[in-house]
């Protein structure tokens, strides 16, 4: 008997089939006053649109706590899949792939004790995904140790652009000219 492949034996992405979930970039309960969107796109070194990346937002709330909230994803009473967030709950945590276009957004509340979100990029072609910071305001150099290490040009690649009504754009590119500062936790 000759078993299929697993996802480990093939090349992927396996990204948009079981990782992303309804309401994943809704970290921001609805109808909330402060909540902000954060979006952009992720580019590859041809500075190609990639459109079956994954994009992870952790970050702290508004008070800077990091408990999270636990069981705010909710599962559907018949099936067992998930049906969404309960979009009341502050989480934390996002999940979104990107579109046909590379784009991806979430839908936040700013970030507590910190001037950045944590996020984690998984794409075609690597095999481990990657870690960076997508700061929301230009902290002065000397307040965080990270940009503070970085020179100018480097720098820009960590800060999101604000734009009207709440909004910061943050591209993610990969690879080749600006490739955006990535983190290394070894």
Not at 4 to 11: C, I
Not at 111 to 118: I, Q
Not at 160 to 175: G, S, V
């Amino acid at each position: 008997m000759t078993l299929p492949p697993t996802p480990s034996q093939t090349v992927g992405p396996f990204y948009g089939y079981a990782l992303p979930f309804t309401g994943g970039g809704d970290l921001a309960p609805a109808g909330h006053p402060d909540a902000l969107t954060v979006h952009g796109r992720v580019y590859d070194g041809a500075s190609a649109p990639v459109p079956d990346a994954l994009v992870e937002i952790w970050q702290p709330a508004p008070d800077g706590s990091r408990r999270g909230a636990p069981g705010s994803l909710r599962r559907d009473p018949v099936t067992g899949r998930f049906a969404g967030r309960d979009a009341t709950v502050f989480t934390g945590f996002a999940r979104v792939p990107t579109d046909a276009d590379g784009h991806w957004a979430v839908h936040t509340l700013p970030p507590g004790g910190v001037p950045y979100l944590a996020v984690a990029v998984f794409a075609r072609g690597l095999l481990h995904h990657l870690y960076t910071r997508a700061y929301l305001t230009d902290a002065p150099r000397t307040a965080d140790e990270l940009l503070s290490a970085l020179p100018p040009d480097r720098r820009a690649t960590l800060i999101a652009a604000p734009e009207p009504n709440r909004t910061y754009r943050f591209d993610i590119r990969l690879q080749g000219e600006g490739e955006t500062v990535f983190l290394d936790f070894g």
